[in-house]
């Protein structure tokens, strides 16, 4: 006889439909297993509040182990979706379905089947948050990820499924954005560039540029074809087509598109799909931390890539590149969401705290003249003479405030914009203009500056004015500090993605300037997932 072989997901059903015909073959009465079997759910699920309040909800009756349809659709949907996982960045280790499947396999009463009813719902919620909310908590993992995952209470998880369709509730759970789908299809592609083999040998050459040949440009070519980025040529010449491809190249890597392949240029050209499908897992894991809806109208500022854009309806109305904070654990801009409720032109920099004891303080206390540009204040608000003792202060005792007056020196410039929230962060103009055009912007103390901050105003204010350029000048030629509300707030969104898709879904890749994508690699290899035909 030809043996019959059996998905894990048919295994999984045949067990649940013995167990419940066994139990019902019991001789008890219809009563006593009822009774049997809402006992045995509530014992289960005593432990667990979220569990416990559902079934109280419902009298305790079951969504998976009863002997109707709905029930068997329902298990047949979830260990679907198990078996599937993998196609989200998941492992499916997880869900440890063969523990499930031998407590299936000895139940024998309708006792036994409210205890796997339990059971299978702690299965399902478990993969209903993970592929939801994601599997890990941000702020656990580093500092500055101060995200709040919007977290759903896990009743409501088993209350929506019970009255959706099992099939659709399941595929509807992960995020349906064009980030998502974009990564999702990106993370198959480069699977089966590993099964290929990767993207060829290494570029070994410390710098090539046009004009050059030899067995390096040749392997940086058959690099730039596999990628995607040349046409299939022969040629062992730094050519004009190889130079286009290299340009395509660096901007679709935040790197500076000249054309030359230098170190840092080749540094990227040499990783491999698996290194780039690290950074998918992790962007996909990063897409679940946010909320389903971004807003019609919101701002997004993506560290990694060094710019801050206003997205109207899914599109970029406009984009300017940013600096952000300096790669020092007390400068490192934090990764959160708020909304912006205002602007100030001709701002006064109130210096925080950290940066009077940490930088200005040392100076005072060797030259009371030092920071000439910064008035100082008791908690009056009087101005306080240069000719005070300052050495006298340490960072704890200093008792007094530092201001800098509204002017084009500021070190906010003209503008800011305020999101106000706990970690002072914000937007905001800079004096020091030269930063943007370096290819890495990493210099601030962690509030995010803008290169063209008067046009970012413009497009901010254009909801609100007729001639928005023509209001924020009539403000700004005053020099006086002038607070403008927004009469619509806007969602702000502080990113780190080292893959992110553009319009078109092309997904592009960044460096992973602070470590955090390292950081959420390891937590998530800790949670079982590894990349293909590599153990751990």
């Not at 300052?390 to 002017?407: C, D, K, L, T, V």
């Not at 497009?459 to 023509?470: N, R």
Request: net charge positive; proline share 6%; with cysteine.
């Amino acid at each position: 006889m030809t043996p019959v072989f059996r998905s894990p997901v048919s295994r999984f059903l045949t067990g649940v439909t013995l167990a419940v015909g066994l139990a019902l073959a019991a001789p008890a009465s219809a009563r006593a297993q009822v009774t049997a079997f809402k006992q045995a759910v509530a014992e289960a699920a005593s432990a667990d509040s979220d569990i416990a309040a559902f079934y109280r909800g419902r009298g305790f009756r079951p969504i998976w182990t009863g002997e109707g349809h709905q029930d068997l659709a329902r298990r047949a949907a979830l260990l679907d979706a198990i078996e599937n996982v993998g196609t989200h960045g998941i492992p499916d280790a997880r869900y440890d379905v063969d523990a499930m499947r031998a407590l299936m396999a000895e139940a024998r009463t309708t006792r036994d089947l409210g205890f796997v009813e339990v059971e299978i719902s702690k299965l399902f919620l478990r993969y209903a948050k993970d592929l939801d909310t994601g599997m890990l908590k941000p702020s656990t993992i580093d500092g500055g990820m101060l995200r709040e995952v919007p977290l759903k209470e896990r009743s409501i998880y088993l209350e929506e499924f019970a009255a959706a369709d099992p099939t659709v509730y399941l595929r509807d759970l992960a995020p349906n954005t064009p980030q998502y789908l974009a990564l999702a299809k990106t993370r198959l592609n480069l699977e089966q560039q590993i099964a290929a083999g990767g993207w060829g040998p290494t570029v070994r050459a410390k710098k090539l540029e046009p004009g050059m040949s030899g067995s390096a440009v040749v392997a940086l070519r058959d690099r730039l074809i596999a990628m995607g980025f040349l046409r299939r040529s022969v040629t062992d010449t730094f050519d004009p087509g190889i130079e286009r491809a290299l340009q395509a190249f660096q901007r679709a890597h935040g790197l500076e598109p000249d054309g030359v392949a230098g170190p840092g240029t080749l540094e990227e050209i040499n990783r491999s799909p698996s290194d780039r499908l690290r950074s998918v897992l992790v962007a996909m894991e990063r897409e679940r931390w946010l909320p389903d809806q971004l807003g019609d109208r919101h701002i997004l500022v993506n560290q990694t890539d060094f710019t801050a854009k206003i997205i109207d309806e899914g599109a970029v109305t406009f984009e300017t590149r940013s600096v952000i904070g300096k790669n020092t654990s007390d400068r490192r801009s934090p990764e959160f969401s708020d909304e912006m409720e205002h602007m100030v032109i001709n701002p006064s920099w109130y210096v925080p705290r950290s940066i009077i004891t940490k930088e200005y303080l040392p100076k005072l206390r060797a030259n009371p003249n030092a920071v000439g540009h910064l008035e100082i204040t008791d908690s009056r608000g009087r101005r306080v003479g240069r000719d005070t003792d300052f050495s006298q202060y340490s960072a704890r005792s200093f008792p007094f405030a530092m201001r800098q007056p509204p002017g084009k020196k500021n070190a906010l410039g003209l503008v800011k914009f305020m999101f106000p929230n706990k970690h002072n962060i914000y937007l905001h103009d800079t004096p020091q203009k030269h930063l943007f055009a370096r290819e890495v912007r990493a210099y601030s103390h962690g509030c995010i500056r803008l290169a063209e901050p008067f046009d970012f105003a413009y497009t901010i204010l254009a909801l609100q004015e007729v001639d928005p350029k023509g209001y924020f000048h009539r403000i700004l030629d005053t020099g006086k500090e002038t607070k403008v509300v927004l009469e619509q707030k806007i969602p702000v969104h502080i990113i780190y993605r080292t893959a992110y898709a553009t319009p078109k879904g092309v997904v592009e890749y960044r460096r992973d300037i602070y470590g955090r994508d390292a950081k959420i690699w390891e937590a998530l290899n800790r949670a079982g997932l590894a990349l293909p035909g590599v153990q751990g």
